[in-house]
């Protein structure tokens, strides 16, 4: 997430492979490939974000993103003073 000034101006998307079942990067046990979601790095989203002076980055798990709204890590940024 790219803050700027005071307001989100890019997110990651989502990886899912269906609701609730969010990418997993792992390597499965012999002999559990089918019964295991699993994924390799080369499943990753890669992008190229612009950012300029001054910009917040915030790198956080999907635990955070999936059960915080954006508008509470905003929120909670603004408190603290970091935007």
Known sequence: ???????????S??????FNTP????LPPPGARRE???DRPDSAAQDNI??????VILVAT???FDNLPHNVILNELLKVGIT
Do not use: A, K, T, W
């Open 62 to 64: 999907d635990g955070v």
């Open 36 to 38: 295991v979601l699993s």
């Open 1 to 11: 997430m790219v803050v700027r000034r005071g307001r989100i101006v890019r997110r």
């Open 23 to 26: 990418f997993q990067l792992s």
């Open 13 to 18: 998307e989502e990886q899912q492979h269906y």
């Open 50 to 55: 612009p950012v300029e002076d001054g910009d």
